[in-house]
């Protein structure tokens, strides 16, 4: 946070998340200078309209004072837009957050490889496990992963860089300290032990249809590359895709099953001159020589796929049968139905849930990650079972359905 922070707060909570400041700061030469010019020097100013000097003249110093104290109370960092830590890349994007606020450690952004993963949330079995597969070799060889931190493709993209303790940061649609998505507490909170929950809405701030579109910027504007796995013609990844271009990114897609209509939104980025991606090399390629990477070290999909893993970062690869063509929409509605049940849960089946991955993991593990007793989550996971999204395994080891 540097010293100018809560000048940058105030213009934050003036003119909303995602306005464009850059004119308005190049009129004024700061953002100190902007908050300290008089009403008259604002009206002047070709850069801001009625709308926004009313609201600059209406919100106080003291109006973001609780926004310090709450992310003071829960560790939660400020990164204003003169803070050494705020990422060059993102000061590049036409309309850069006046402020991001973070929860775990951001990776060295500007001397990494960055690489955006997207895609739909009602992914296929195909889907997940190719994004697993490429974020995992691409973390494997240094770089970082950033998505979204929703369900399917961006839950895959971060555990495939989790999974080989590489980096990945989750770009989030609402602020820290909201409820939205408690079914991903577990993933989120393991992307903060691996790197950083990052959001431009201040605390508390809930998710709404809105504030997704703006956080995509984000996740584009923070990579060198965006690349997109199955997603429809109308999907907020396409979306990531046209920022990605408007901001001078390399857009890659992986192809899609011409028999999956509904997903045809890749293909169509494809056609219209998105890189093809197959492998983790392309999305790794045009950035090897200035950062650095030896790409003969970088693991081919037959390589990842036959890696030997134990029991907690197992990720099923070798039922090839499951990736069929004709497997891909049983795999989506399981996904589904998981997802609506978890909707009806409450109380310890909650917390259970939560604990839960596509992992097989012992009890007394997903005890220790509830704080809950042995007995209690047994009970609990006896009932998930009976609601079809556990699954119980030899040795008291249990999974997501």
Not at 108 to 128: F, H, L, P, Q, W
């Amino acid at each position: 946070m540097s010293d100018n922070a809560i000048y940058w707060l105030w213009l934050q909570k003036a003119l909303g998340e995602g306005a464009r400041f850059k004119e308005i700061l190049e009129d004024f030469g700061s953002i100190k200078s902007l908050y300290e010019a008089n009403i008259l020097e604002w009206r002047m100013s070709p850069s801001l309209v009625p709308k926004q000097i009313n609201r600059l003249e209406n919100v106080k110093l003291d109006d973001v004072q609780e926004i310090i104290y709450a992310c003071d109370q829960n560790h939660w960092q400020i990164i204003d837009y003169d803070d050494e830590n705020y990422p060059v890349r993102l000061k590049e994007i036409p309309n850069p957050p006046a402020v991001i606020y973070t929860d775990g450690e951001l990776p060295d952004i500007d001397n990494s490889v960055v690489i955006s993963m997207v895609g739909t949330r009602k992914a296929s079995e195909y889907a997940i496990k190719v994004t697993e597969l490429m974020s995992r070799g691409v973390a494997q060889s240094g770089a970082v992963v950033v998505s979204g931190g929703a369900l399917g493709v961006d839950s895959a993209s971060h555990r495939g860089a989790i999974m080989c303790g590489g980096k990945t940061v989750a770009v989030l649609g609402c602020g820290f300290g909201t409820n939205y998505l408690m079914g991903n507490k577990a993933l989120r909170d393991s992307i903060k032990n691996n790197g950083a929950l990052v959001t431009e809405f201040p605390p508390f701030t809930p998710a709404t249809r809105y504030t997704f579109p703006l956080r995509n910027r984000i996740i584009s504007g923070l990579a060198l590359g965006v690349l997109v796995v199955e997603a429809n013609v109308k999907s907020g990844s396409l979306i990531t895709a046209k920022f990605a271009l408007e901001q001078n990114r390399d857009v890659y897609a992986v192809p899609c099953s011409i028999l999956a209509p509904q997903f045809a939104g890749t293909n169509k980025l494809i056609e219209d001159g998105a890189c093809v991606a197959t492998k983790p090399v392309d999305l790794l390629y045009p950035y090897a020589e200035q950062y650095d990477i030896d790409l003969s070290k970088v693991k081919s999909i037959d390589e990842l796929m036959n890696e030997t893993k134990d029991n907690s970062a197992n990720i099923n690869l070798k039922a090839e049968d499951k990736l069929s063509f004709e497997n891909l929409e049983s795999g989506r509605a399981q996904r589904e139905k998981r997802e609506k049940t978890m909707l009806g849960l409450s109380g310890n089946n909650l917390l259970v849930y939560e604990a839960l991955t596509d992992s097989l993991q012992h009890i007394d593990i997903i005890a220790e990650k509830c704080s809950l007793s042995v007995s209690v989550v047994l009970s609990a996971l006896t009932a998930l079972e009976i609601a079809d999204i556990a699954e119980s395994a030899s040795g008291k080891r249990y999974k997501l359905s």
